[in-house]
């Protein structure tokens, strides 16, 4: 019996230790541990109303968008507001900006060094210059007396990358280009978001910027340059990963269960994801009534599961028997995993068939049977397939647009109310709840996609999926976590969000 | 470049005039200038409470591209969001950096001094390895406005008692070149240019906030494109309406930084052209005080 820790988890947003026991080759217990904790709901207890979509979009520097388009939503309930078809248009215009900005970052930064070894990269032979110039990049530094010689992409914990020179060389010639293809994303976003990360323009009632046919195509050129990348490039890498990493395909598998709150206002209002459930293959629509937070196991003193318009959060840091900052979000009492693959199986249940049609295709070239897809791999697949087909869709949002109509409705005071905004993150569903008293908030809860996904034990001491999908993952002891660290990263942690 | 001794040395007592310290460090400073600009600068990046946007905003970078930042400019020796690096290699890549020194030390998000346990980074309070950092750093750089006032983690009740970088350092008693970036997120020029500006030139000027000059001396508000609406009095009444934005609660009169001028993600957009009012994200009390909302609908009816 061993304790192998992983501590800090990088190449991820925010602070996690994953702590597992591992026997006889395999992971019999996992705990998942979120570090830091900052207390923005408590913080927005007494504000004016309107300083939520500006406060709560700071919870993560990855996602913004997604929290000011919950918030937003959260306040139009409470002071009974109603975004045009423009603004909603222009939301979800934004927020697949971010998501493809989101998706090519997790791919490449965080996740393909997981499976990509820089040394290979060294014994490059062929002849591209591209790569040759990294080649010889590579060996300058490996060869200088530097501290940390190739920083940041050595040193690496060890362990069975990819081998081969010239896929190696290539990946990392995509790691490159990828960090200007989420710029270009992120410019992209900023055209109707004001500036990111941290959007202006997003406020409740739509979206200030307006429509202009300039600004519609100047975004309809920067999401053609984003879509080719998407489509011929990550999409072909993922692939690529699925061949030379099988075991993957089957390490992670989590509960199966899917929870999503649905995403992508169309101009109607309905969204282009729907909302809904997925457990043991069954679909049913969703019910948020049936979501507590509980806290057994987290470092706050609240006694009993709380529905999040109920919520409170009293921090509690040393806790007996707690030993995360995150909460333990249950939906009718159980855990659920959400993400990209929990949205794709949810829209797939309601009959959507250019999922379908996508997760077969891609399941296909991957060389991967349909139950593949509840597994690290088949998160990294699905989260590609979402990417193309976003692109995709985007293309349809700019042309339902009315340029000249307004995009967003008037503002108009209320003292009282309550509202629930529902959205997705890029890593999975986003709820805000706000209740306002008095002209003030007198309530703000999150629950937030890596809550869900990083959650500690349940009260009753189940484990949160990522905890459920370590178990059973075979770990080679000198590889030091490598194996844990390709499972957790294929949920994508966020943890800034997670505790918020 | 080419840049001899004595340039060194005489940005060396630049630096060492601009921090108001006294001539006996001179040597030291020169060497690590020119340490620095031989090649690729080392550079240890430290996330607290931190929402990691500061890190995004720096990969937002137009000229040099991020691509050309990671593999030409710096030697990112330890970031947590960029590092290969994990687990046991992280710290160990960590200890070996802190081991050789003389890195510039990036610090992003809010040191919990209140309560430690608010943020570890592999088993150790935030703030104990900030320190650790701190005292083998050539220069310390506080990106984003947790790391230079507090930020949002700081605004009150603040349960964790969320400080800046400078408190955690002050605290400790370790004096070490400090630069303030303030922004939630600092514009990803203000980053690249400062830590240029440190590394080839020296010491920038800094004001009392010991942000840079060139950076911060100027407000928002006197380049801004409403600024003859302003003094017209044509004001947006409502949310997204044409006019200047200050009745709505634009804190461009009071926000330094040169947003007006530059724009943000290669300059497509920013705040007030995309018709929202600046909530003065620079500021040293950005969201500090409950009381000042950032927009004023809710104040009875804009005044016209």
Known sequence: MALVVLDPVTRIEGHLRIDTRVEDGRVVEA????????????????????????????????????????????????LGLAAPPN?????????????????????????????????????????????????????GEVRSNRVLPAAPFLPRLPGNYGEDPRWSAGALAHYLEALEVRTEAHRMAAIFGGKLPHTASLVPGGVTTGVDAEAVEHFRARLRQVRRFVENTYLTDVIEVARRFPAYATAGRAAGRYLSFGAFEEGTGKPWLPAGTVSGGVYAPLDTGRIAEEVGSSRYASRKPLHPREGEIRPEASKAGAYSWLQAPRYGGVSYEVGPLARLQVAAATGAQPVREALSHLLAEARMEPAALDSALGRHAARAAEAVLLARQMESWLDALQPGEPSVAPYTARPEGRGEGLTEAPRGALGHWIEVRGQKIARYQCVVPSTWNFSPRGDGGDPGPVEAALLGLAVDPDHKGLEVARVVRSFDPCIACAVH | MAMDRRTF????????????????????????????????????????????????????????????????????????????????????????????????????????????????????????????????????????????????????????????????????GITVPLVHLPGCPPHPAWMVGNVVHLLRVGMPALDEHLRPVRTYGQLLHDQCPHFAEYGRQEFATALGGPGCQFKLGCQGVITHADCSHRGWNGGVNWCVRARAPCVGCARPDFARDPAYAFYRLNEGGVPA
Request: with cysteine.
């Open chain 1, 31 to 78: 705990w998942s541990r979120g570090e830091m904790f900052r207390g923005f709901e408590d913080l927005l207890a007494g504000r004016d109303p309107l300083d939520a979509p500006v406060i709560t979009q700071r919870i993560c520097g990855v996602c913004p968008v997604s929290h000011a388009i919950a918030s937003c939503r959260a306040l139009e309930g409470a």
């Open chain 1, 87 to 139: 603004g909603r248009l222009l939301r979800s215009l934004v927020l697949g900006a971010n998501y493809l900005q989101s998706h090519v970052l997790h791919f490449y930064q965080l996740s393909a060094l997981d499976f990509v070894d820089v040394e290979a990269v060294l014994s490059y032979g062929g002849p591209d210059p591209g790569l040759r110039e990294l080649r010889a990049w590579v060996e």
């Open chain 2, 9 to 172: 040395l005489k940005d060396a007592g630049l630096l060492l005039a601009g921090l108001g310290l006294g001539p006996a460090l001179r040597p030291q400073f020169a060497q690590a200038l020119e340490e620095l600009a031989a090649g690729r600068a080392p550079v240890l990046w430290l996330q607290g409470q931190s929402c990691s946007g500061c890190s995004v905003s720096l990969l937002n970078s137009e000229r040099p591209g991020p691509a050309e930042l990671l593999t030409r400019y710096l030697s990112l020796y330890f970031h947590q969001t960029l590092s290969a690096a994990t687990g046991d290699a992280a710290r160990e890549a960590l200890e070996r950096a802190i081991e050789a020194g003389g890195y510039l030390l990036v610090t992003e998000g809010s040191v919990p001094l209140a309560v430690p346990e608010a943020c570890l980074v592999g088993h150790e309070p935030y703030g104990r390895l900030l320190e650790r950092a701190a005292r083998r750093a050539k220069a310390v750089l506080s990106v984003g406005t947790c790391a230079c006032f507090g930020g949002i983690p700081a605004a009150p009740p603040n349960r964790t008692g969320a400080a800046p970088t400078a408190q955690a350092l002050a605290k400790a």
